[in-house]
C-alpha cells in the first residue's frame, strides 16, 4: 500500500512528460515484480498506425527513445497482432509468452481520442485479477494527469502547443534546460536514442496568415476560426513526429524544426508554403501564408530565436508575401528596413 501511494505522488507531482513516463514504468515495475515494463505510442502516418516504443525499464535501467525523423522507420501496429487486439478491443489482453517463459500483460493507453498507447508488462507469473485492476487503476491516474498537462499545454482552439509553453519547450528540446528536477526522479540511468543527424542543428520558423484580417472582415470571426483549425490540422499531418508545434497568437504560428542540415530547411518549409496555397479552404478558399526562419545557436534562447524569425517573416510579408525567408540570408539593412517600416505603420495606425 505505501508503493502505491508513493507512485500515486510521484506522478501528480510531476509537469515533464518525460519523467512522468519513467515514474509510470518504474511505479509498474515497482508493483507489479515486472522484469520489463515497455510503454508504446501510437504513431499515425500516412493513414496508417506505427508503433514507437517510448520508453524501456529492464534490469532497473529506463531507457527514453525520440521518435525518429522519418515515421516510416517505426514498425506497423499491424506486425504486433496482441497489440493490435487490444487497441481494437480497447481493454487489457495477456500477451504472447517470450521466448524466456516470461508473461506478458498489454493494458490500453487512453485519451479522449481513443488508445493512444500501450503499457506492456512482463513477469516470471501471470497476474492476478487484483494486481490487473491495480495497473489498470494507476493508469487512469496517469491518463488524467495527462489530460490535465494536455489542457494546460495547449491552445484551446487548434489544440497545438500554446505560446506559454514555448520558452519551456525550447529550452529543453535544445538542450539547454537545467537538470536539477531529474534527481527527484528514481531511476540509475536515463539513455537516449541520438536523432539522425544529432550534429546538424534546430530551426526555429515563424508563420502568419496573409491578409487574415481581411478574412474576419469578409466571412466574419467564425469562419476565420475554421481557417485556424484547418491551418492547425495541415502542420499536423505536414511536419514530423518530433517537430513541435504552436500557435504562438492570433494568426501567427511557430514551428521548432527537429535537427537538420541548412540546405533541406527551406525545402521542407517551402513545401508546407505551397500545400497551404494549393488547399482549398471551405468558404474562403485559397489561402497564402509567409514564412520565416532562422537557425537556432547553442546559446540561443527561445526570445532571441523567435525575434530573429519574426524578423525574417516580416521580410516575407514586405516582399510580396507568400514565400519563405531565411533571417541568415538577410543583410542586416534588410532587417533593419523592415523595422523602419514596421514602425513607420504603427505610427499611421
Not at 515486472?34 to 506505427?50: I, M, N
Not at 491552445?155 to 525550447?170: K, P, V, Y
Not at 543583410?331 to 505603420?345: I, P, R
Amino acid at each position: 500500500m505505501i508503493k502505491l501511494v508513493n507512485s500515486v505522488a510521484d506522478l501528480t507531482a510531476l509537469r515533464d512528460r518525460e519523467e512522468l513516463e519513467i515514474i509510470m514504468a518504474l511505479a509498474a515495475a515497482d508493483l507489479l515484480g515486472a522484469t520489463t515494463v515497455k510503454l508504446w505510442r501510437l504513431v499515425g502516418y500516412s493513414d496508417e498506425l506505427r508503433l514507437h516504443e517510448r520508453a524501456l525499464l529492464a534490469d532497473r535501467r529506463v531507457t527514453i527513445s525520440d521518435a525518429p525523423s522519418n515515421a516510416n522507420d517505426l514498425p506497423t501496429l499491424d506486425s504486433r497482432r496482441d497489440l493490435r487486439l487490444c487497441y481494437d478491443r480497447q481493454t487489457p489482453l495477456p500477451a504472447s509468452p517470450s521466448e524466456k517463459g516470461r508473461r506478458g500483460h498489454i493494458f490500453p493507453i487512453m485519451s479522449a481520442r481513443g488508445v493512444v498507447g500501450f503499457l506492456e508488462i512482463c513477469r516470471a507469473t501471470p497476474l492476478s485479477d487484483h494486481r490487473q485492476r491495480l495497473v489498470s487503476g494507476l493508469l487512469r491516474i496517469y491518463q488524467n494527469h495527462l489530460k490535465i498537462l494536455d489542457y494546460s499545454e495547449s491552445d484551446a482552439l487548434t489544440g497545438l502547443l500554446n505560446r506559454r509553453t514555448f520558452e519551456a519547450a525550447f529550452a529543453h528540446l535544445t538542450r539547454m534546460e537545467a537538470t536539477s528536477r531529474v534527481g527527484a526522479v528514481r531511476f540509475e540511468r536515463i539513455e537516449r536514442r541520438r536523432p539522425i543527424d544529432p550534429d546538424q542543428p534546430r530551426w526555429l520558423a515563424a508563420l502568419d496568415i496573409d491578409f487574415f484580417k481581411g478574412i474576419n472582415d469578409r466571412f466574419g470571426h467564425q469562419c476565420g476560426d475554421d481557417v485556424l483549425v484547418s491551418m492547425a490540422r495541415l502542420m499536423r499531418i505536414s511536419f514530423r513526429e518530433g517537430d513541435r508545434l504552436f500557435r504562438y497568437g492570433g494568426e501567427e504560428f511557430v514551428i521548432l524544426l527537429e535537427p537538420m542540415a541548412a540546405q533541406y530547411v527551406s525545402g521542407v518549409l517551402e513545401r508546407f508554403r505551397a500545400l497551404v496555397e494549393a488547399h482549398d479552404f471551405p468558404r474562403v478558399g485559397s489561402v497564402t501564408i509567409s514564412i520565416g526562419y532562422t537557425c537556432v545557436g547553442a546559446a540561443d534562447d527561445g526570445t532571441a530565436a523567435f525575434r530573429r524569425a519574426d524578423d525574417a517573416l516580416y521580410a516575407a510579408k514586405r516582399q510580396g508575401r507568400n514565400q519563405v525567408i531565411c533571417y541568415e540570408e538577410l543583410g542586416c539593412g534588410a532587417v533593419l528596413s523592415t523595422h523602419a517600416l514596421l514602425e513607420a505603420d504603427a505610427l499611421v495606425h
